[in-house]
């Protein structure tokens, strides 16, 4: 590129870079001395390339020169590896600090008399340790990032970490389904093998009477075959009778054979009604991510406590200090268990997702619970927060989102719903706390324990396996409609007690 931009700041006639360039008529650029040795020679005063005549006197090409100039400076500061005054061409000594450049001694003397100037070495070193300390940041970022001690090498990590606690936790609850499907397996065989055996023995033991009576005649008759003369000729007719063999009626029916429908049939529904048992089923199930650090959940998701150490944790926890649950709910009845054990501080709610903020816990921020407070003091989080007591210490607490149906006299008898939160003691089925909640919004559960060592536990639930009975589609829709009904009434009736209360 460098040899490109020399030649097109060439002469056409010295081949030299341009020396005081003149611009002809036609458009052609000579240096000054070579375009008088031409017209010297040529009288015609034409030009050196294109040959046209010249009747004006040639200009400078400024443009041209300020080019050609630049040009030769860049090449010369290359050459000897200085850098050089643009305008004195000379070496740069000094450094201008009132002006913040590089100068000469002429424009020291020139343009920069009453600045103030200092050694261009000592600005240098100057300015070299101050590029050092803002590079040191970035410098031990660089050895972080190499060293893989980042945050989002520890992200990095975190998440392989989780990768490999998730995979162990799969692979040792598949193992217990392996172990229970073996050891179902194995029963079941075992069973098949007993059922087997016995009637096999059942119909053995026939065959064997049978083998006995049929051996004692046959022995019987050629016994007496052995007779000759009249006493072979009187017991003829007895001993035909003797050797005539019937073929006797089997006195075993259906039943002898294997019960294939007691052993193969539904068999895959049976084991998995018989595995609800042990594969318990939660409601409600923890995520450790909406956690702070000094919070510590259990492998299974379903309990949480207190604890004096911070767990590591990648991402710093900017939000409340709650544990959520993994899954909000929209509509529908939804209900769960908490066990407070012996807990004296404790809160248990809902809320909607925006624990990635720090929001006081109220209604308005979009929070709905139920605080203890001294194992005897409890506090319901509403549009009017109030505090009770209760007689009795609670252990477990059911927490309830339904609706209340009402009916509206002031709309026509209309029949309304609203969607409401209840706090329930899960040992009598009591209700302490209720309140009324948005409708049609995600609430998630949350818990927040208050005390070390006190863990809040989610209770597993009974989840009833039925088989729905096929139903023509008319009586399935009166059959839907006596439940709503049914369920609309239970509901009027569950809103005016409270009412009452």
Same mark, same amino acid.
């Given at each position: ?17 341009y020396q005081e360039p003149q611009l002809l008529p036609c458009g052609h650029s000579f240096c000054c001395r070579c375009l008088e040795k031409h017209w010297a020679v040529n009288s015609a005063r034409t030009c050196a390339v294109c040959r046209q005549k010249s009747l004006q006197k040639p200009v400078a090409n400024l443009v041209l020169r300020n080019a050609c100039e630049s040009f030769l400076k860049e090449k010369e500061r290359k050459s000897d590896g200085e ?8 070496? =740069? !000594?000094? &450094? ?5 450049? #590089?100068?000469?001694? +002429? ?5 920069? %008399? ?15 340790s101050q590029v050092k300390v803002v590079l040191r940041p970035a410098e031990k970022a660089l050895k972080a990032l190499r060293n893989g001690t980042t945050q989002n090498s520890q992200i990095t990590k975190y998440i392989e970490s989780q990768a490999q606690q998730a995979e162990k936790m799969i692979k040792k609850e598949f193992e217990r389904f392996h172990q229970f499907l073996h050891e179902e397996e194995e029963a079941r065989i075992t069973l098949l093998k ?38 072979? =000729? !009187?017991? &003829? ?5 003797? #050797?005539?063999?019937? +073929? ?5 029916? %259906? ?247």
């Open positions: 590129m460098a040899s490109s931009l020399e030649d097109d700041l060439s002469c056409s006639v010295c081949c030299e870079v850098v050089r005054c643009s305008q004195h061409g000379e070496k =740069l !000594q000094l &450094f201008c600090k009132t002006d913040e450049q #590089a100068i000469c001694l +002429e424009c020291r003397k020139h343009s920069h %008399s009453s600045h103030r100037v200092q050694p261009l070495a000592h600005a240098v070193r100057q300015r070299k007993k059922e087997a055996k016995r009637k096999r023995d059942k119909v053995q033991e026939r065959i064997e009477r049978e083998l006995l009576s049929l051996s004692e005649r046959v022995k019987e008759v050629e016994e007496e075959m052995e007779n000759d003369g009249a006493t072979f =000729l !009187q017991n &003829f007719d007895s001993m035909l009778q003797r #050797a005539e063999y019937t +073929e006797p009626d089997s006195k075993f029916g %259906s039943e002898i054979l294997i019960n294939m429908p007691e052993h193969v049939g539904n068999l895959g529904y049976r084991v998995w009604k018989k595995m609800k048992d042990i594969f318990r089923y939660y409601p409600v199930v923890l995520d450790p991510n909406t956690a702070p650090a000094d919070f510590s959940i259990s492998d299974d998701l379903v309990c949480v406590r207190k604890t004096s150490r911070d767990r590591p944790i990648p991402v710093p926890h900017r939000g409340n200090r709650i544990v959520l649950g993994s899954e909000g709910y929209t509509d529908g009845i939804h209900c769960w268990d908490i066990e407070v054990g012996g807990s004296k501080h404790w809160t248990i709610g809902v809320c909607q997702r925006s624990y990635h903020l720090v929001h006081p816990l109220s209604p308005e921020n979009g929070f709905w619970s139920l605080t203890c407070h001294n194992g005897d003091s409890y506090k319901l989080l509403s549009s009017k927060s109030n505090c009770f007591r209760l007689k009795k210490k609670l252990r477990m607490v059911r927490v309830q989102l339904a609706w209340q149906y009402c009916l509206d006299c002031l709309k026509k008898n209309i029949w309304s719903r609203s969607r409401t939160l209840g706090f329930l003691d899960a040992d009598d089925g009591s209700m302490i706390a209720f309140t009324v909640v948005p409708p049609e919004v995600a609430l998630f559960p949350f818990l927040i324990p208050g005390e070390r060592f006190a863990p809040l536990r989610v209770a597993p639930a009974d989840v009833p396996l039925t088989v729905e009975q096929i139903l023509p589609f008319e009586e399935k829709k009166t059959k839907g409609t006596v439940y709503t009904i049914l369920l609309v009434i239970v509901s009027f009736i569950f809103g005016m007690l409270m009412r009452n209360e």
